[in-house]
């Protein structure tokens, strides 16, 4: 019976985790390096900037300093972008991941429970466990962004608002920089949940798991990004467009379409290198979609997801992102068949 | 509706088909399991497996299937097409042959659950008349597949039902309109009103019934089980966020007005990722077990005192079955693995990896 992920001393003292150790440490080693550990360490100190800068706008409230902040906020954002993908390890502790982004937020309860605790007295917010039961809707990015952009909401007239700006760009630091710091300190088998039988391999699980996680934020980006908001199937609503009110939505998906490239490419050997000694061809079939998805999403007008189009042009211009996106899932999949993982059979099949 | 001659040649095979006893005899165990599988993306396969995880018999089949029904006496089982779903698939195990294919009316589609009576007289499904999106219960004479009761399943989206006794079915009424031109597609996520239903077999009455409170209606009533104190055990799908702190697992009785909440530890309750898959109380009825796909495990509580037991970790496991051994599980996954689990003793066997195969959602014994 296993309550919580084994440490990776308990791991490697395995017989079986030795049987085949190493085959997968390339990709493994370098994604987790080079893409999570950096990405939790730049996404950590750009929260710590934007907590600075919330700060400073609320010490002398102006036009330049909300500026400042809403550029602040605005990297925080894209850096948590090259990170989204991976809902696995330390981000999944206290929800640590929905709160940094709660979205779709369908129902505004952002707004609500922000307007209740700016009416409320600000002490409860220095109470020791405030923040590790408060709502997910508060303690993250999208709060910040209802203050610092819904009209609903003036820090720059109101103390009591910019108070809560500032207490909750604060928790946000404390949890990112919990993040960063809990994966320097460890290694992706860590988080991995330990299982009976001979030929469990810690490391080809962790590599499974990521994966997993890759192709299930690669159906995000198409359908909650991309084809929700602009009604791509059905009606649109642009309001669900990730972080539209700060104007983010395309640059999101351009960024996160970038960290799959880098998912792919680094390591020694990279997942690249490995699918093209087992199938040359799906492997560069998914590392040309890669590049096609890129330059795709860069074609895009800035203000795409802003108003002063319509759905028809809108649709229009999504159709080849779509489509390319598609067919990345289609390799992707196809591609980790390949290398022999066994992702979703039960768990995608939803019934 | 059978031609004379069909009708005589399937009662001819199925008054041949031998009692599941004779079969075991001929194999190593005295218990069989029946599951679907497969081994790609295009090769489905029903087949049984004997305690010692080997395969003794298999048939291909021409799409993905959900859930075996065994027939009680007779060495016949069934496969339930994968929703929408529209045959059954029964074989004859002792000579691989298969006997007979019972597709729904015009109009509806199984779930991908199935079940015998007690005699093997009858066989009971759940159907979804997608026009209107009514849940139905239909009772067909065995083997010849002749319709002989349609009821009103008291809701939408009857996944799974099981026997209370003889005379009565529960139904979970999983509250999901689906339409088959939109393959799983929810057609009423915001007015869902899932529901468990206790169904007189005699008249189709509704004996009693419990639902969420309104703020839960989302939570998808999918799978139950019921142990031989009248306990239904009911596992949940969440239909709204990942986020949302929702139960997962509930109890019911047929004279308790509402539905019981087990208690899940906050970290565990979020791994199940809003998703349980399998529900099954084990042989003493003591012992509940409830698997997750997605969470990658299988949950346990002890029923009576509600407490929670822990967890036996499996990616991709779904597959569940109570063993002749008190507070014992068997688990398939659906990456190959078959393990034995006994949670009240910490116990847990690997009967076999069959790294190539895939196990598919359900799993269900055969006792001789």
């Known amino acids: 019976m296993n309550y919580f992920p084994k440490l990776l001393a308990l791991a490697i003292s395995t017989t079986s985790f030795m049987v085949s150790a190493g085959e997968w440490q390339g990709p493994l080693g370098g994604i987790t390096n080079q893409v999570i550990k950096q990405g939790y360490s730049v996404f950590s100190d750009s929260s710590q900037q934007l907590q600075q800068a919330t700060q400073a706008f609320c010490a002398a409230p102006s036009d330049q300093s909300l500026l400042q902040a809403q550029t602040a906020f605005q990297t925080n954002a894209l850096d948590w972008q090259q990170v989204q993908w991976l809902n696995f390890g330390p981000v999944t502790y206290f929800m640590r991941y929905y709160a940094f982004e709660y979205w779709p937020d369908k129902k505004g309860v952002t707004q609500r429970q922000l307007r209740a605790l700016a009416q409320g007295d600000p002490a409860v917010m220095d109470a020791p466990k405030f923040w590790t039961s408060a709502s997910i809707a508060v303690r993250g990015l999208t709060a910040v962004e209802s203050l610092l952009y819904h009209p609903d909401f003036t820090p720059s007239e109101s103390a009591t608002q910019c108070q809560l700006l500032q207490k909750v760009t604060a928790h946000h630091f404390d949890s990112a920089n919990a993040v960063a710091k809990q994966w320097q300190e460890a290694k992706a088998q860590d988080w991995v949940f330990d299982e009976e039988g001979s030929g469990f391999d810690a490391e080809s699980v962790a590599l499974e798991q990521f994966l997993q996680q890759w192709i299930e934020h690669m159906s995000a980006v198409k359908d909650a990004k991309l084809e929700t908001p602009i009604g791509y199937n059905s009606r649109e609503n642009l309001k669900l467009a990730e972080f539209y009110r700060s104007d983010l939505s395309l640059k999101a998906i351009q960024r996160n379409l970038q960290s799959y490239r880098e998912i792919y490419h680094v390591g020694s050997p990279s997942l690249y290198d490995m699918a093209l ?20 999403a860069l074609q895009l007008p800035d203000d795409y997801f802003q108003s002063g189009r319509t759905q028809e042009e809108r649709v229009e211009l999504a159709i080849p992102l779509v489509k390319s996106i598609s067919n990345s899932q289609t390799y992707l999949a196809n591609l980790v068949t390949t290398l022999g993982f066994q992702i979703g059979f039960n768990s995608r099949d939803g019934d | 509706m059978l031609s004379r001659r069909s009708f005589l040649a399937l009662s001819g095979a199925v008054l041949s088909a031998p009692s599941w006893a004779a079969i075991t005899q001929q194999n190593t165990g005295a218990t069989l399991y029946a599951s679907a599988y497969s081994l790609s993306k295009t090769e489905h396969f029903f087949g049984l497996f004997d305690k010692k995880g080997d395969v003794i018999w298999s048939s291909p089949l021409t799409d993905r299937a959900h859930a075996p029904v065994i027939h009680p006496n007779q060495s016949i089982v069934g496969i339930v097409a994968r929703r929408p779903g529209f045959f059954i698939d029964f074989f004859d195990v002792s000579n691989n042959q298969r006997i007979q294919r019972i597709e729904p009316t015009q109009d509806h589609h199984f779930y991908g659950h199935a079940l015998f009576t007690h005699d093997g007289s009858k066989l009971i499904t759940q159907e979804n008349h997608y026009p209107s999106g009514q849940g139905k219960i239909f009772i067909r004479e065995w083997p010849s597949g002749n319709i002989v009761n349609v009821f009103k399943s008291n809701g939408v989206g009857p996944h799974e039902s099981v026997f209370l006794n003889e005379d009565v079915l529960v139904i979970a009424n999983g509250g999901l309109q689906t339409h088959p031109d939109n393959d799983r597609e929810i057609l009423n996520l915001d007015t869902m009103q899932p529901n468990v239903t206790y169904l007189s077999l005699k008249d189709g009455q ?15 009533i999918r799978h139950l089980d ?21 139960p997962l697992v509930g109890l019911s009785r047929i004279n308790q007005p509402k539905m019981e909440y087990l208690p899940i530890p906050e970290n565990i309750r979020v791994r199940f990722k809003q998703y349980c898959g399998s529900v099954c109380f084990d042989q003493s009825g003591e012992v509940l077990a409830i698997s997750t796909p997605r969470g990658g495990f299988v949950a346990y509580w002890h029923v009576n005192s509600k407490t929670f037991l822990g967890v036996e970790n499996c990616r991709d496991v779904c597959g569940l079955v109570a063993t002749n051994n008190a507070h014992e599980f068997l688990l ?34 055969i006792k001789a």
């Open chain 2, 206 to 220: 509704v004996i009693h019934h419990t639902a969420h409170e309104q703020d839960l209606h989302q939570l998808s």
């Open chain 2, 332 to 365: 398939t996954s659906g990456n190959g693995k078959q393990l034995l689990n006994n949670p009240v003793q910490n116990q847990t066997v690997m009967v076999q990896n069959h790294a190539n195969m895939h196990w598919d959602n359900h799993l269900r014994s």
């Open chain 1, 277 to 296: 000694q087992k199938s040359p061809e799906l492997a560069q079939q998914l590392e040309e979609q890669l590049t096609k998805n890129i330059k795709i």
């Open chain 2, 226 to 246: 019921v142990n031989s104190n009248g306990v239904v055990a009911l596992g949940f799908q969440y239909q709204g966020e990942l986020w949302d702190q929702v």
